[in-house]
């Protein structure tokens, strides 16, 4: 096999300059200081994902530039901070429509959403149902999740958020989506 080929059957890996490329990011992001910011950020949208959090702010928090925080993260994480922070506030209304009593505006408001048109329609292209059919769907599932543990029920039901919302509209206008692992099964 050429050297300049990866070889994708499992065996030993050939360095390509791709690949090479990628290892410099890569390394360079593997400080262990940069990694610890970066952390620390994502801790805190994880402690308040109802706050806002612009990238400016997750700067400041991280102690590095704005720019250089967004393009960490992402090389870090494999999604951007917005993708993130919009993750976690569709599992936390995931579950509150699950488990409490809330209405969907009371919990569109208490995950950090300023209008519920808003939520609706973002929860809908996340997820690929309303806040009220996964609230029905949740609660008919709910005997057979009560005996798994949560981290597992959230990490089953966490959104696929590798593509933009918008990209995946304008992929379904042009009947272009793969469906995810989650619609084919």
Not at 106 to 115: H, L, P, Q
Not at 117 to 145: K, Q, V
């Amino acid at each position: 096999m050429p050297k300049d080929r990866a070889d994708h059957s499992g065996g030993p890996l050939a360095r390509s300059s791709e690949a090479a490329t990628f290892d410099v990011k890569a390394s360079a992001l593997q400080d262990p200081a940069l990694l610890r910011r970066l952390l620390r950020a994502k801790d805190r949208m994880d402690a308040a994902s109802h706050e806002a959090w612009p990238v400016k702010r997750l700067a400041e928090v991280s102690g590095v530039s704005e720019a250089h925080f967004a393009r960490s993260f992402k090389q870090a994480f494999g999604v951007p901070p917005h993708r993130y922070l919009l993750t976690r506030r569709i599992e936390q209304a995931t579950t509150l429509l699950r488990d409490t009593e809330l209405s969907i505006t009371e919990i569109a408001f208490a995950t950090g959403w300023e209008s519920l048109g808003t939520f609706g329609r973002t929860f809908h292209d996340i997820t690929g149902r309303s806040p009220s059919a996964m609230r029905l769907e949740a609660r008919a599932n709910l005997p057979g999740l009560d005996r798994m543990p949560a981290c597992v029920v959230k990490a089953a039901q966490r959104p696929d958020l590798t593509i933009a919302v918008l990209e995946k509209r304008r992929r379904v206008v042009k009947g272009t989506v793969r469906p995810s692992i989650k619609e084919v099964s």
